[in-house]
């Protein structure tokens, strides 16, 4: 089967393209607007000064980030650092991109910092890119008040923040926690929103726990079968699996027909579309 199919996939960068440069940086968003993606994929979390921060955790990853003497961060230190309780100031103070990075060697190192949300915006309309934004609220129970806010006002944070920017129309939500997915639904029910699945969890358990039907359904790509993909298609939702990094396994995600695609490789998969 030719890839070209006749069926437009939205091509993701995950953490803009966390295979090529560091993840969630602006450098990172940048090169995946140049290769071309549909959408960039994000997560995010808040600061202390309640300003919308592009980060995988809410505090720092001693994988990826040194302190700000350009120290390596203890592994049993990183959640001291919690971003929650630090201004986007301090936060931009740690360099999270020069160090090697253990998964993805080919990663090109440069120094640089946890960007806001409202950065990223700002280089999106600077480039006058025509991209969308599959924007993660990381959250879970234990987090709350700790690390992140309760859920009604961390939804209303990342909302508000989307409207200033008038990107309402250009933007979804995604969650693993369904508290979040329950309170985006509730302040505005017009946000397409993404139902994260884990791999350790059921796409069909999850989904019977939320209390609506969201639009798109994203799981651990190894949970999908070409029959599921086609049944759920056959109910209006969208699947958009994550994360596929490997040549073999985004053919057959092209060729079960999702809806999209998250890869930290949009150069590789935009490549195999061409062909």
């Known amino acids: 089967m030719s890839c070209n199919s006749e069926k437009q996939i939205d091509i993701q960068g995950h953490r803009g393209c966390r295979g090529l440069l560091p993840e969630n940086s ?143 129309d250009k933007a979804n939500l995604q969650s693993f926690d369904l508290a979040i997915l329950q309170e985006i639904k509730k302040q505005s029910p017009k946000m397409p929103v993404a139902l994260l699945v884990d791999e350790d969890e059921s796409i069909e358990g999850k989904l019977n726990k939320l209390n609506y039907k969201p639009e798109i359904i994203s799981p651990y790509y190894k949970l999908l079968s070409r029959e599921s993909v086609k049944n759920y298609q056959s109910q209006d939702f969208q699947i958009i699996p994550w994360t596929i990094n490997n040549k073999l396994d985004m053919l057959q995600m092209i060729n079960w027909q999702v809806d999209g695609i998250i890869t930290d490789y949009p150069d590789l998969l935009l490549e195999l579309m061409k062909k």
């Not at 740690?94 to 949300?117: A, E, R, V, W």
């Not at 309309?125 to 990381?138: G, L, Q, S």
């Open 26 to 168: 602006l450098q990172a968003f940048e090169k995946a607007i140049d290769l071309g993606v549909h959408t960039l994929e994000l997560d995010i979390a808040i600061t202390k000064d309640y300003k919308v921060v592009i980060s995988h955790e809410p505090f720092m990853n001693p994988l990826i980030c040194y302190n700000p003497k350009g120290d390596v961060i203890p592994d049993s230190m990183g959640m001291h650092y919690n971003l929650y309780q630090m201004t986007h100031e301090e936060i931009k103070t740690f360099d999270c991109g020069s160090k090697f990075h253990p998964t993805y060697n080919n990663q090109k190192k440069l120094k640089t910092y946890k960007p806001l949300l409202s950065e990223l915006f700002e280089l999106v309309n600077a480039k006058n890119a025509d991209v969308k934004f599959n924007i993660e609220i990381k959250s879970k129970p234990e987090y709350y008040g700790i690390y992140t806010p309760q859920p009604i006002n961390y939804v209303e944070i990342v909302l508000g923040e989307i409207e200033k920017y008038g990107k309402f």
